[in-house]
């Protein structure tokens, strides 16, 4: 015959479900590599995602034994903000700069006529 024991019985909490909050700087999700055709994927969690600020674009580089995933810098990025310093600090423009400047943007033109 069995006899209850006379300790008092802990409350039970459940268990927080995952994806809910942040990771923290020292927390690490494991995750499984998936096939896509010839090469592997991995899936994020949104709140992953939303922590590192990545979007659609990401640049992925080896360090060590490591995999790096960055947002994809773009090449004028703050351009226009450095010329706003420069016109700000009294360096004057050029007409040729204005013109420049002035001129409307093509986001094809990078695709399409530039020869990198």
Sequence with gaps: MKTKSSRPKRPVTPAPK???RPAGPRQAIKSKLVRIGNSRG???PKALLEQA???DE???RVRGRSIII???KHPRA???EA????VAEGNDLTAEDREWLDAPLDPEFDEK???W
């Design 58 to 60: 990401v640049t992925l």
């Design 42 to 44: 991995i899936r994020l």
């Design 70 to 72: 960055e947002p994809a």
């Design 53 to 55: 600020e990545l979007s």
């Design 78 to 80: 703050g351009w226009e």
């Design 83 to 86: 010329m706003k310093a420069a």
């Design 113 to 115: 006529e530039w020869t």
């Design 18 to 20: 995952r994806g809910l």
